[in-house]
């Protein structure tokens, strides 16, 4: 069941590295926003959007944190919908999957 609304991020792609084009293409996204730092694996399904890297995404990330004031996305699930502008810029909502 999808839960509360985790919030909104905002920032820019810093660097993308393709690790596997087929069959199931794979990609390593660097991706700089405000606050604390937080890493994460997911997947998803994008739709290219225009130029450059414009694509809009729909998917889920398992998130991994040391910020104490986070700490409790480590055991949550969070789906997300994201948009990204040509030139990188991304804007998301997301929200716990309970």
Do not use: C, H
Not at 19 to 34: D, H, K, M, R, Y
């Amino acid at each position: 069941m999808l839960g509360d609304r985790i919030g909104e991020l905002t920032g820019q792609i810093t660097g993308r590295r393709i690790l596997a084009p087929t069959p199931t293409p794979q990609a390593e996204i660097s991706f700089q926003g405000e606050g604390e730092m937080a890493t994460w694996r997911g997947n998803g399904v994008g739709v290219p959007a225009g130029d450059g890297l414009g694509a809009k995404w729909r998917g889920a990330i398992y998130p991994s944190t040391t910020a104490a004031d986070r700490a409790k996305l480590n055991e949550t699930a969070v789906v997300y919908e994201s948009e990204v502008a040509p030139e990188g810029a991304v804007s998301a909502i997301t929200f716990a999957w309970e």
